[in-house]
């Protein structure tokens, strides 16, 4: 059973407009999660994280939007540049074990 | 600093073979996971080792995997008698502490004919 579901698998968005993805999780004892962009034949970078406790957190032009009882997160990146295009991770963690989505390809065109 | 490293970048074998992925974290590290990252799929935990406690191997697939990791670095993850479904881009990463940041590595791609 996915853990961690994430929509759309891909998405394509002009510059300067905004890009949102979308992750839903079963369990809720997850307590950490974050997101991870990946640039091909690279490994994935950490790109910001949050906690239950919060319903969002900013870093610069990257938003997580949470919501505990729906269970669902987002990730919302303003200002899309070409340089963000990339594939998307959200990811939740229990303890040691961290679960995954299956990644959204993004494709900021110019 | 160095990042993590990981060898081969690429792997070819042919089904039946062993191989052995090498990981390399970052120095001082105490925290090292191995993940599988397959065409379209998200990445899938396969191992977890933090300083000297045993391995959480619970995310291995079958029996055929398995890793070690000597004097608290360098990382081998081992498959024997590699099977066509194994293809995949094995990542490894390391994090400072458990439930720290984790960095990646590059990966290596493999690919079992």
């Known amino acids: 059973q996915q853990q961690v579901k994430q929509s759309p698998q891909s998405l394509i968005v002009q510059k300067g407009g905004i890009s949102i993805i979308n992750c839903a999780y079963e369990?809720?004892?997850?307590?950490?999660f974050p997101w991870y962009q990946q640039f091909p034949g690279k490994g994935p970078a950490l790109l910001i994280a949050?906690?239950?406790?919060?319903s969002e957190k900013k870093e610069g032009r990257f938003t997580i939007s949470f919501n505990k009882s729906a269970k669902q997160f987002s990730l919302h990146i303003m200002d899309s540049q070409p340089g963000d295009s990339a594939t998307y991770f959200c990811a939740a963690s229990l303890g040691n074990q961290f679960y995954f989505g299956t990644g959204t390809s993004l494709t900021v065109i110019p | 600093g160095a990042g993590v490293s990981q060898s081969p970048s690429n792997k070819v074998t042919e089904k039946g073979k062993d191989v052995e992925l090498r990981c390399d974290p970052i120095?001082?590290?105490?925290?090292l996971y191995w993940y599988r990252q397959s065409l379209g799929q998200g990445l899938e935990f396969l191992i977890y080792?933090?300083?000297?406690?045993?391995?959480?191997k619970s995310g291995l697939p079958s029996d055929r995997f398995s890793a070690e990791r000597t004097g608290g670095s360098v990382s081998t993850l081992t498959i024997q008698r590699t099977q066509q479904e194994d293809s995949a881009v094995y990542l490894c990463a390391s994090s400072a502490a458990p439930r720290a940041e984790q960095y990646f590595g590059p990966g290596t791609r493999l690919t079992v004919t």
């Open positions: 120095s001082g590290h105490t925290a």
């Open positions: 369990n809720t004892a997850f307590d950490y």
């Open positions: 080792f933090q300083g000297n406690s045993a391995p959480d």
């Open positions: 949050i906690r239950p406790d919060v």
